[in-house]
Nanobody
Framework: QVQLRETGGGLVQAGDSLRLSCAASPASGRAFTEYAIAWFRQVPGKAREFVAA????????LYTDSAKERLSIARDNANSTVDLLMKNLKPDAKADYYC????????????????????????WGQGTQVTVSS
């Protein structure tokens, strides 16, 4: 089990950059490096959408095709954090952003490894809201 807490959301102007952070607190006996991490976004009335994912080793990343040139995900395994940098934000980036974790045991073979499917992640933070003004 792991608890996740997102920070960094807020109101920005179109064209600005914003860095979201996810702080993880694994349960006793578990290590942060056993969990694949991803970011999703959700707007009211719609399903959660995949934004970015990173492997436990940090060496592999995956981004949504619609914005991959403007996104950067990174994880700090020593501090159990994952950051999502979003550049050149557009008004349609307005959403609640969620950090998600899926247990993969530190391998590349768990379902959550670079998965774009929300159902593959068992643990979720409460979300942080991003608003982009035009």
């Amino acid at each position: 089990q792991v608890q996740l807490r997102e920070t960094g959301g807020g109101l920005v102007q179109a064209g600005d950059s914003l860095r979201l952070s996810c702080a993880a607190s694994p349960a006793s006996g578990r290590a942060f490096t056993e969990y694949a991490i991803a970011w999703f976004r959700q707007v009211p009335g719609k399903a959660r959408e995949f934004v970015a994912a990173i492997s436990t080793s940090r060496r592999e990343t995956l981004y949504t095709d619609s914005a991959k040139e403007r996104l950067s995900i990174a994880r700090d395994n020593a501090n159990s954090t994952v950051d999502l940098l979003m550049k050149n934000l557009k008004p349609d980036a307005k959403a609640d952003y969620y950090c998600a974790a899926g247990y993969v045991g530190g391998t590349r073979y768990g379902r959550a490894h670079l998965s774009q499917e929300a159902d593959d992640y068992s643990y979720w933070g409460q979300g942080t809201q991003v608003t982009v003004s035009s």
